[in-house]
Nanobody, 124 residues
Framework: QVQLVESGGGLVQAGDSLRLSCAAA????????MGWFRQAPGKEREFVAA????????SYQDSVKGRFTISRDNAKNTMYLQMNSLKPEDTAVYYC?????????????????WGQGTQVTVSS
């Protein structure tokens, strides 16, 4: 069993930056696919970014390309999402997720474990 805990969310102004962290406990997550998703009020959970087990392959939703960077430190059992040039439309609860296989995955239904989420609010 794996427990995922997100942190780093908050209230910022448009153009600011935030760095989200996802700490895993219970077992090592090295080699396993991980991802970030977000859900705004009244909307479905959507893919933000994903990373493979080694960190050598990443993928992003088009709206965050060039602004967000996903990374991981397997020695610390932690994944990160650096978010720059934040926009009001980035406001959502951000979730991290893990899948018990290698690769990069975009569909939330493909993930096995989820964190509780962290709120990101961007004011205009």
């Amino acid at each position: 069993q794996v427990q995922l805990v997100e942190s780093g969310g908050g209230l910022v102004q448009a153009g600011d930056s935030l760095r989200l962290s996802c700490a895993a406990a219970g077992r090592t997550v090295s080699g396993h696919a991980m991802g970030w998703f977000r859900q705004a009020p009244g909307k479905e959970r959507e893919f933000v970014a994903a990373i493979n087990g080694s960190g050598g392959r990443t993928s992003y939703q088009d709206s965050v390309k060039g602004r967000f960077t996903i990374s991981r430190d397997n020695a610390k059992n932690t994944m990160y999402l650096q978010m720059n040039s934040l926009k009001p439309e980035d406001t959502a609860v951000y979730y991290c997720a893990l899948r018990n296989t290698v690769g990069v995955f975009f569909n939330p239904n493909e993930y096995d474990y989820w964190g509780q989420g962290t709120q990101v609010t961007v004011s205009s």
